[in-house]
């Protein structure tokens, strides 16, 4: 992000780079009133739902490492690593208030999104037609994918939550609702490409006894 100063995001409270740096210590014990400190200073509770939605970004960077963890594709790694990174982004963006000073250095911008669609796009024309419902499994890496998958859905859901009464830069929910669609494929393609069966669903009336 040009010009802006790194961001790090650690339980929903940010530090600059130059903290980090600088030696500070992991505990700040400015937090145990239930608290905590947007960037820039400003303290906010911690069961707010701007905390609420840049603690859910962190859950789903969490679990895109854990998948990441599990896959041996050095395609699909660098891809989730950089994702990773884009996510520190918009936890930063979600972090940052417009009365900031740096508030529009730090906003993430219109052509993160279209990158993860020109990737849907390149990894679907590879995978077979879907003809079944797909339920979340096969290979370890593919399931938490679809793990994954579900939690930035649920980090989308607190977004739109918090953008109902704070402003939110509608990048953000733009590249949420991408990013779930691309896990979805990754772990589709994580799958197929390591010859892992999907699951399917079956009706009621095809499931065994």
Not at 17 to 26: A, H, P, Q, W
Not at 96 to 121: C, F, G, M, N, V
Not at 146 to 174: F, K, M, Q, W
């Amino acid at each position: 992000m040009k010009g802006a100063a790194a961001i790090f995001v650690k339980e929903s409270s940010v530090f600059r780079e130059s903290d980090l740096n600088s030696g500070m210590k992991i505990y700040t014990k400015t937090g145990d009133a239930g608290e905590t400190g947007l960037y820039g200073g400003t303290r906010i509770p911690k069961d707010s739902t701007r905390v609420e939605a840049c603690g859910t970004l962190d859950e789903l960077n969490a679990c895109i490492g854990l998948a990441q963890s599990q896959i041996e594709d050095a395609e699909i790694r660098t891809l989730l690593y950089r994702v990773q990174n884009e996510l520190f982004d918009l936890g930063a963006d979600l972090a940052t208030l417009d009365a900031h000073p740096k508030a529009d250095s730090l906003r993430i911008t219109s052509d993160l999104t279209p990158s993860l669609e020109k990737q849907i796009d390149q990894f679907q024309a590879e995978l077979p037609p879907m003809t079944h419902f797909i339920l979340p499994g096969g290979s370890s890496g593919g399931a938490t994918l679809h793990l994954a998958r579900s939690v930035c859905r649920r980090s989308e859901r607190c977004v739109v939550r918090l953008a109902r009464t704070e402003t939110v830069n509608a990048e953000i929910l733009r590249y949420l609702n991408r990013l779930s669609d691309l896990l979805f494929v990754l772990s589709r393609l994580v799958n197929h490409r390591s010859g892992a069966p999907e699951p399917f669903w079956q009706s009621p009336l095809e499931r065994p006894e």
